[in-house]
């Protein structure tokens, strides 16, 4: 049974997301400020709730997710009102019309648990996966330059240019294909139906990797075109979402001859895609992402780095020269710090350090990385910005955490161990678009020359051998051995192995006196305490002994 959402606004683009979360089985509820235009389709959507206040979606419990297919100087006020009332969101693009609001709406989907999820919708299309694929193995060679054209005479907005209309979408599939963001930006653009609104832009792009792009859009054009265009190496793709084709491939070649470069033309191959509707694949997201809480493609991070860009484009075409996507403010005077740093390392900024925290000599840790209070890392560290590391890690010598790794309190990461982020590494291969999240669970211990493989999960309290390569999702508590690394028994939250259950089925942690039983194969809990219950104060502390302790947990037995 799919997750009930709402879909927000029945105008131009919301009877199309309407229509995709009904015959998925999952519309609840169709929410429009137009009485007429809910009653124009009330036949066609039986069971359905139909409602024209969107107090009455937030205040619905039946309801998980909230689709927004409103104006877009409504997505930033709508979207957080509905993070806050415990929904998930859908938000079409933009994310919002400011950096800053976006950035909120980020925090907060992050700060209340919640999927938050931004309409881009070509990431789901067979096309552009299947080019984000022949990118990433290399098939086109290296990419040179890309080019993307969205014209047409079309539906006018007046709240909103052409370039946060129509640009979104090629800025999102730019940055995906690319898995980076533009050092530079330049945009210029015309003003014709309304001196204050473009009608036209060219927003042309400088990336660190030496590729070049522009992004061309206009609602003012004779006729429909939408066409990428990536130019590698080894081979051309052209996307044209108006042919019956949609991705061909030209393996075109360059050759030498006289000192003289001549184009040596091939004949197209057009590359066989699947018949999937993208609305339909983006839609399956959104309810996947709720279903299973993992965070969609085009999350709110993604939704935020396209903000940026388009930004920066703004900035460009107002003041008529180009821009650095992420623009250097002046360095403030550094504030005295809550944590320690040798003189050897080195913290690039911003960064999010809590008290307590010290870093050790010559390691690194990398912008935007968010690091707890209390943590160690020691010698020849290395911490990657997309990380987030909660408090009380201890981290030993020579280990590196790279992008995607999540790691939640009181993990202990061993000497040398090794954490990944790409199953299929290759040098001459750009994969920043497919780095894979790997989640530490709080209180897990990972031992010395430890492998563990990216996109899995190491469960609570779990405990893997030193040397272990661990290729798959590990239960909370569970003793890991081997290679690959398979469960040999159970591990108490004090480091300690359970053995000899009772007739209950009963194990008991000889330092703390905490019970655990196998409640089902493969699962093990602490009856003593909540899951997600800290160490009590009095034993975290060590001001008081662990065979009191136990006394009271036996006396409490009886």
């Not at 084709?245 to 091939?266: C, F, G, N, Q």
């Not at 890690?393 to 999540?406: C, R």
């Not at 492998?451 to 798959?472: N, Q």
Request: charged share 20%; proline share 6%.
């Amino acid at each position: 049974m799919a997750a009930n959402v709402a879909v927000v606004g029945h105008g131009y683009w919301g009877k199309n997301l309407a229509r995709n979360f009904f015959e998925l089985g999952a519309l609840r509820t169709l929410c429009d400020e137009s009485t007429a235009a809910l009653e124009a389709v009330r036949a066609k959507y039986p069971g359905v709730v139909f409602c024209g206040n969107f107090d009455d979606v937030l205040g619905d419990p039946e309801i998980a997710g909230v689709v927004l297919a409103t104006p877009a100087v409504r997505h930033y006020e709508m979207a957080k009102q509905a993070l806050l009332a415990g929904k998930d969101v859908f938000v079409e693009k933009p994310l919002a019309l400011d950096v800053k609001e976006g950035a909120e709406l980020v925090r907060i989907a992050a700060d209340h648990k919640r999927i938050l999820m931004v309409g881009h919708i070509l990431q789901y299309h067979p096309a552009v996966r299947e080019l984000k694929r022949l990118i990433a193995n290399g098939d086109l060679g290296r990419v040179e330059y890309i080019y993307s054209n969205r014209l047409n005479i079309g539906k006018i907005r007046a709240e909103e240019n052409i370039l946060w209309s129509f640009a979104p979408h090629d800025i999102s599939v730019l940055l995906g294909l690319l898995g980076e963001e533009p050092q530079t930006v330049s945009c210029e653009g015309g003003s014709y139906l309304n001196s204050e609104v473009p009608d036209v832009t060219l927003s042309q792009f400088g990336f660190a990797n030496g590729v070049r792009a522009h992004v061309f859009v206009s609602w003012l054009h004779p006729f429909k075109e939408q066409r990428l265009v990536v130019v590698g190496s080894a081979q051309m793709a052209v996307f044209d979402d108006t042919a019956a084709e949609k991705l061909v491939l030209y393996p075109h070649k360059v050759e030498w001859k006289d000192r003289v470069p001549t184009a040596i033309k091939s004949e197209a191959v057009p590359v066989p895609l699947p018949k999937e509707e993208p609305l339909r694949n983006e839609c399956q997201e959104f309810l996947n992402g709720i279903e299973s809480r993992r965070a969609p493609l085009t999350d709110g991070a993604e939704g935020l780095r396209v903000l940026n860009v388009l930004r920066a484009c703004q900035q460009a075409l107002t003041a008529g020269k180009p821009q650095l996507s992420q623009p250097q403010a002046a360095a403030p005077e550094p504030p005295e710090l809550s944590y320690y740093v040798h003189p050897t390392a080195i913290v690039d900024q911003p960064v999010e350090i809590g008290a307590g925290t010290k870093i050790w000599h010559f390691s690194h840790v990398l912008a935007g990385a968010k690091i707890g209070e209390r943590c160690i890392f020691g010698q020849n560290c290395h911490v990657a910005g997309d990380t987030v590391i909660g408090n009380n890690v201890k981290v030993q010598n020579n280990v590196s955490i790279y992008a995607g790794a999540h790691i939640d309190d009181d993990v202990f990461l061993g000497p040398s161990c090794v954490l990944t982020n790409v199953t299929n590494p290759r040098s001459q291969v750009n994969r920043h678009s497919l780095y894979e999240k790997t989640f530490i669970r709080r209180g897990a211990t990972v031992g010395a020359n430890a492998t563990v493989v990216c996109g899995i999960t190491l469960g609570r309290y779990s405990f893997i051998a030193a040397g272990s390569v661990v290729a798959k999702d590990v239960p909370d508590y569970a003793l890991m051995v081997g290679n690959p690394a398979r469960r040999i028994g159970w591990m108490s939250r004090h480091g300690h192995r359970l053995d000899f259950p009772n007739e209950d089925g009963v194990m008991v942690c000889p330092e703390s006196g905490y019970r655990y039983k196998e409640e089902q194969p493969g699962v093990l809990r602490c009856i003593d305490l909540d899951e997600d219950a800290p160490l009590p104060a009095e034993l975290s502390k060590g001001t008081r002994s662990y065979d009191d302790f136990k006394a009271d947990i036996v006396a409490s037995s009886h």
